[in-house]
């Protein structure tokens, strides 16, 4: 089975985050870059973001 845009996204977010382009304390790209960027709609952005592990600072 082909992996879901969202999975796809998923995994290019933890990607940068684990090579620390995204480094801890850094805020996330907003909806509507991610939305430009990936162009995939609101809704996958939406469960992508979902499907990451939150951090408490």
Do not use: W
């Not at 684990?18 to 870059?33: A, D």
């Not at 990936?38 to 499907?51: E, G, Y």
């Amino acid at each position: 089975m082909r992996p879901t845009k969202y999975d796809l996204l998923v995994e290019q977010l933890e990607s940068e985050i684990n090579r620390h382009e995204l480094p801890p304390g850094k805020k996330i790209y907003s909806q509507s870059q991610l939305v430009d960027r990936f162009q995939v709609s609101r809704s996958c952005v939406n469960k992508a973001l979902a499907q990451l592990p939150r951090t408490k600072n």
